[in-house]
């Protein structure tokens, strides 16, 4: 069974652009979570969609949005990069139960 | 103060050496408890998934739970060179879905 995947592996951009992330879950999972994983700040919680809809998001500004496609699959969209929004960007994908099972992340570079 | 507590290390063992991870919460909703395992510029890897109060062992690993205290830990049991990556607790309990995470405790074990 296929894991979490994401893409792209690494991302550059400068500081005003605007980044696009992806995320595919585990097939027949239908909750994808996305989090941040700043260098000192630990995994912090950005969004969950669950059946295409928004379900709740974390202490993130509006710029940070997404959204959750008929086949599950996921986009994370950031727009007006700060230079602070360089982290290791991951997706978690559930089922019905409790474990989140984590892709492999895309790093997002903003210079 | 943060909700989950988690001693950064860096932890240094050699192998075979019994070890011993923990974290702190404060959130009294918090039922269900996880620990992840994280290479270095790799998603987390879901090791031991905990309910409530009680221990869990899978192989050399062993999760224990108090909810009491408010307190959780991993055991690492003949711990080999493989086991050196950064370990995270996580958590969710109540009305949210998400996970909340510690900082992680780096783990390096000597051969």
């Known amino acids: 069974e296929a894991g979490v995947t994401q893409s792209p592996t690494h991302l550059i951009k400068t500081r005003g652009q605007q980044a696009t992330l992806r995320c595919s879950p585990i097939s027949g999972h239908t909750s994808v979570y996305w989090y941040q994983q700043a260098l000192g700040l630990g995994l912090q919680f950005l969004l969950w969609y669950d059946e295409g809809e928004e379900r709740n998001r974390g202490n993130f500004p509006p710029r940070f949005s997404g959204r959750q496609f008929p086949n599950y699959s996921s986009e994370l969209n950031v727009n007006a990069l700060e230079l602070e929004d360089s982290a290791l960007y991951l997706c978690?994908?559930?089922?019905?139960?409790?474990?989140?099972?984590f892709g492999p992340g895309t790093r997002l570079t903003v210079t | 103060q943060k909700e989950v507590e988690q001693d950064p290390g860096p932890l240094s063992v050699p192998e075979g050496a019994i070890v011993s991870l923990n974290c702190t919460y404060s959130n009294s909703a918090f039922q269900y408890f996880m620990w992840y395992r994280q290479y270095s510029r790799k998603g987390p890897e879901l090791l031991m998934y905990?309910?409530?109060?009680g221990n869990k062992e899978d192989g050399r690993f062993t999760a224990q739970v108090d909810k009491s205290s408010k307190y959780i830990s991993l055991f690492i049991r003949d711990s080999q060179p493989s086991d050196s990556a950064t370990y995270l607790c996580?958590?969710?309990?109540?009305?949210?879905?998400?996970?909340?995470f510690g900082s992680g405790t780096q783990l390096t074990v000597l051969p």
């Open positions: 905990t309910y409530s109060s």
């Open positions: 978690a994908s559930i089922f019905r139960g409790y474990e989140q099972y």
């Open positions: 996580a958590m969710r309990g109540g009305s949210a879905r998400q996970l909340t």
